[in-house]
């Protein structure tokens, strides 16, 4: 079991960043692929990044590339989204998730955290 708490979302103005952050705890964290995902209202949950336990290779949608930086610090148990030069399309509830293997598709992370919303003002 693998337990995820999301932080560092809030409201920032067009052309700003933030950083969020996914703090793990149980099982061991290191030899999980962890990815970030977001939803916005009406729509569905869609991948942002991720970020591989074996060798860190890294993933990101085509909408956040050059934009986003996923990382993780396996001694604390923590992997991190930074967002910069952030758009209001990017307005979003963001998730990390957890699993065993790296994937794409919100149905092939097992463990989630609650959440945290981000929102970019124009």
């Known amino acids: 079991q693998v337990q995820l708490v999301e932080s560092g979302g809030g409201l920032v103005q067009s052309g700003g960043s933030l950083r969020l952050s996914c703090a793990a705890s149980?099982?061991?964290?290191?030899?999980?692929?962890v990815g970030w995902f977001r939803q916005a209202p009406g729509k569905e949950r869609d991948f942002v990044a991720a970020?591989?336990?074996?060798?860190?290779?890294?993933y990101y949608a085509d909408s956040v590339k050059g934009r986003f930086t996923i990382s993780r610090d396996n001694a604390k148990n923590t992997v991190y989204l930074q967002m910069n030069s952030l758009k209001p399309e990017d307005t979003a509830v963001y998730y990390c998730?957890?699993?065993?293997?790296?994937?794409?598709?919100?149905?092939?992370?097992?463990?989630w955290g609650q959440g945290t919303q981000v929102t970019v003002s124009s």
């Open positions: 998730a957890a699993d065993t293997a790296y994937g794409s598709k919100w149905f092939e992370y097992d463990y």
């Open positions: 149980g099982r061991t964290f290191s030899r999980y692929a």
């Open positions: 970020i591989n336990w074996s060798d860190g290779s890294t």
